[in-house]
Structures are given as structure tokens and as C-alpha cells.
């Protein structure tokens, strides 16, 4: 079992629309975790982190964090053209170490 | 402000060779991350350093080596060079300001060993 698993998509979603991209890790230890959007090409960039059970929002992005599930998602409303990318989920391990997913690929489609 | 700051960008080497990379963290930021990412593994950790010190490092071979200078700028050191070590190098900064250790990533060095 990966320690932070994501569905490597690729997901499509019309312009617009909500993308919803999940993400379940496995170290019940872990306490911060991050998505990091990733465009071809170029490297990680952080766009949410979430460290306490429940929503955290920031703009058209929802981050959401369920511990006792061990599952973190991310929610993008009024989804552009821009936002086709690549999404990493990290957990953060031991206060030093940030374990990814492989990484969902989404297209907003216009 | 300057962003993680990651030299040279592309590089291509021989099998059985060494390379040395260079990463210059945000200005203030005192921790230094590594990471490995390739089409197949996704993105690996390599190793930590905080004021001059390795804290942590993950299951990469004793080839990878790291240090961070006084200046918290670091190094990675990668000898005898296999052809499976060619990926994208980045390296990552935190520090006050980031928030509970969310990293900022550099640019990258794109490695191919030939």
C-alpha cells in the first residue's frame, strides 16, 4: 500500500464546473498535509495546506481534511482552463519529510 | 522577495560520473529539502537539512549525498552515475512564514545520464 494514494486520473471536467480530487494516506502520524499543483513542465507549486479536521478555504479552492478517515480532498469551483494541471497530495511525515501521491492529472475542458 | 533559486538547470552526464547540484532557499528560510522526481515513482525524498545538519533521508542509495552550508544554501552530490538517476532534481525551502512547513520548490535541475 502506497503511503499517500491518489486516483492518477486523468480527470475531466468542464469549464466551469467543480473538480473534486481526493487523496487517502496511510500514516495515521501524519498531522499537515498539502496539494501542490504541478503544470507540465514545471515544478510543484503549493497551493493548499490543511492541518485540522475539516474545510479550509482559499479563494476557488476548498481544502478538506477528515483524519479519523484518513482522507484529504480538494475542491475547485468555477473551474478555468488554467486550472488543467497536475495535483499532488503530500503528507507531511515526521515534521521533515513530505510524502506524495503520484498525482491526479485534470483538464477543464471550455 | 527571491524564490528557491536551483543551478544549473539542465545537465547531462555519463554513466559513471558524478554530479553536484546547487540550491539557494528563500532568503531566511533555514530548512532545505531534496527530491527526486521521475515519470515512474513520482516524487521522492531524498533528504533534509536545518542549520547545517541532516535530519532526515530517505531510502535512496549511499551515490546520494547532501550538505547545507552556513548560508543554508545546500548541495547534492550524486556519484557513479546509473542511468536511472536521470530525473528532475528539486529542491525545497521553509521557514517563517510558510506555515507549519509547507515548502516552496525551486525550479529544478533536470538531470540526463547518458
Known amino acids: 500500500q502506497k503511503e499517500v494514494e491518489q486516483n492518477s486520473g486523468p480527470l475531466s471536467v468542464p469549464e466551469g464546473a467543480i473538480a473534486s480530487l481526493n487523496c487517502t494516506y496511510s500514516?495515521?502520524?501524519?498531522?499537515?498535509f498539502f496539494w501542490y499543483r504541478q503544470y507540465s513542465g514545471k515544478s510543484p507549486e503549493l497551493i493548499m495546506s490543511?492541518?485540522?479536521?475539516g474545510d479550509k478555504e482559499d479563494g476557488r479552492f476548498t481544502a478538506q481534511l477528515n483524519k479519523a478517515s484518513q482522507y484529504v480532498s480538494l475542491l475547485i469551483r468555477d473551474s478555468q482552463p488554467s486550472d488543467s494541471a497536475t495535483y499532488l497530495c503530500?503528507?507531511?511525515?515526521?515534521?521533515?519529510?513530505?510524502?506524495f501521491g503520484q498525482g491526479t492529472r485534470l483538464t477543464i475542458n471550455p | 522577495k527571491a524564490g528557491v533559486t536551483q543551478t544549473p538547470r539542465y545537465l547531462i552526464k555519463t554513466r559513471g560520473q558524478q554530479v553536484t547540484l546547487s540550491c539557494s532557499p528563500i532568503?531566511?528560510?533555514?530548512?532545505v529539502s531534496w527530491y527526486q522526481q521521475t515519470p515512474g515513482q513520482g516524487l521522492q525524498f531524498l533528504f533534509e537539512?536545518?542549520?547545517?545538519?541532516?535530519?532526515n533521508k530517505g531510502n535512496f542509495p549511499g551515490r546520494f549525498s547532501g550538505r547545507q552550508f552556513s548560508n543554508s544554501r545546500s548541495e547534492m552530490n550524486v556519484s557513479t552515475l546509473e542511468l536511472g538517476d536521470s530525473a528532475l532534481y528539486l529542491c525545497?525551502?521553509?521557514?517563517?512564514?510558510?506555515?507549519?512547513?509547507?515548502?516552496?520548490f525551486g525550479s529544478g535541475t533536470r538531470l540526463t545520464v547518458v
Open positions: 500514516d495515521r502520524g501524519s498531522q499537515s
Open positions: 490543511i492541518y485540522s479536521n
Open positions: 503530500a503528507a507531511l511525515q515526521g515534521a521533515q519529510k513530505l510524502v
Open positions: 537539512y536545518f542549520s547545517e545538519t541532516q535530519r
Open positions: 532568503s531566511g528560510h533555514r530548512s
Open positions: 525545497a525551502s521553509s521557514g517563517p512564514g510558510q506555515g507549519n512547513y509547507g515548502y516552496t
